[in-house]
């Protein structure tokens, strides 16, 4: 296992590519995966990530990411996966070859544009399977929808809003409230819209309980480990190009608990196997004759 660049009491960020990583995770030890890839659209990261290959190129990668993300998740656990519709029915077929269908969640997206002879783009995907029956599945509730100007309801709900649960509405597979993160104070990259902090919010909240593992192998901004963070979540995270970002807004958030060692065993998630069968490829491939105890923990 390479070194982490920084843990707080709850996780751990490697800087790395994500399939080192995951190659490197035991099967089944995560309660939920999240994760918001690139999408291969030419979008400029300010970090010199070329997001823009050939689409067989960029699908074979996601292939075997999606598969390796799938073989993480525990009986019971769940994976969500961010893409847009396209990419999104793409992706489907992959995560079932291992999980099962539970959602397509619709996230409104505003300030897109048209796009030739199509529909206007308004929503983007979150897609959520698990590995058989959730283990956790909590149910969300949203505040009543308000005008922001009057500030009366929206709805009357047909004439039972006497009846309703004072906590709010459930959450359905459709959300209104997610359009991309504008804000300043935690964006990584100038002029790169980032993923809002409610929808990996949701997805850690929805799919698990306090204690539970949350791993996302897309960093970003940050957005999952913070969610994890603040609800006492623990998580495992990769970032290959901005790993100082993400510790310096953990830093900013969560004071208290950066570069503290976590409060879980990180070693024994991963597989020592696999640690040794490297360091032996490694040795042979330098021409020196492996051997019993050749590799050192």
């Given amino acids: 296992m390479i070194p982490p660049y920084v843990t707080t009491t709850h996780g751990a960020l490697f800087s790395a590519d994500c399939l080192q990583i995951l190659k490197?995770?035991?099967?089944?030890?995560?309660?939920?995966?999240?994760?918001?890839?690139?999408?291969?659209?030419?979008?400029?990261?300010?970090?010199?990530?070329?997001?823009?290959?050939?689409?067989?190129?960029?699908?074979?990668?996601?292939?075997?990411?999606?598969?390796?993300?799938?073989?993480?998740?525990?009986?019971?656990?769940?994976?969500?996966?961010?893409?847009?519709?396209?990419?999104a029915v793409q992706f489907a077929p992959i995560m079932g070859e291992s999980l099962d269908f539970r959602n397509w969640?619709?996230?409104?997206?505003?300030?897109?544009?048209?796009?030739?002879?199509?529909?206007?783009?308004?929503?983007?995907?979150?897609?959520?399977?698990?590995?058989?029956?959730?283990?956790?599945?909590?149910?969300?509730?949203?505040?009543?929808?308000?005008?922001?100007?009057?500030?009366?309801?929206?709805?009357?709900?047909g004439g039972h809003r006497n009846k309703m649960n004072p906590d709010g509405v459930n959450l359905s597979d459709f959300w209104t409230d997610t359009s991309p993160n504008r804000h300043k104070k935690f964006k990584v990259r100038p002029g790169v819209n980032e993923l809002k902090l409610t929808i990996p919010e949701r997805a850690v909240l929805i799919s698990t309980n306090p204690g539970d593992m949350v791993f996302d192998p897309f960093g970003g901004g940050g957005s999952t480990y913070q969610a994890a963070e603040r609800n006492e979540r623990n998580w495992i995270?990769?970032?290959?190009?901005?790993?100082?970002?993400i510790q310096k807004r953990l830093s900013e958030e969560f004071p208290f608990s950066v570069f503290k060692a976590p409060q879980f065993n990180l070693e024994e998630?991963?597989?020592?196997?696999?640690?040794?069968?490297?360091?032996?490829?490694?040795?042979?491939g330098e021409g020196v004759s492996a051997r019993p105890g050749a590799y050192i923990s």
């Avoid at 995270?237 to 970002?245: I, K, L, P």
């Avoid at 998630?269 to 042979?284: D, P």
Wanted: charged content about 25%; hydrophobic content about 30%; overall charge positive.
């Fill in 24 to 87: 490197e995770l035991k099967s089944g030890c995560v309660d939920t995966v999240f994760a918001d890839p690139p999408f291969n659209i030419g979008k400029d990261y300010k970090n010199g990530y070329n997001d823009r290959v050939s689409h067989s190129e960029y699908m074979k990668w996601c292939r075997e990411w999606i598969l390796e993300c799938c073989r993480v998740v525990k009986p019971g656990g769940a994976f969500f996966l961010y893409a847009t519709p396209e990419l």
């Fill in 105 to 157: 969640i619709a996230l409104t997206m505003k300030g897109t544009y048209p796009r030739g002879n199509r529909l206007y783009p308004a929503h983007y995907a979150l897609l959520y399977y698990s590995r058989g029956t959730p283990k956790v599945f909590n149910k969300l509730r949203l505040p009543i929808e308000t005008c922001r100007h009057c500030g009366k309801e929206i709805r009357d709900y």
């Fill in 237 to 245: 995270g990769v970032e290959r190009y901005d790993a100082a970002h």
């Fill in 269 to 284: 998630l991963f597989t020592r196997e696999n640690q040794q069968h490297q360091v032996l490829r490694r040795i042979e």
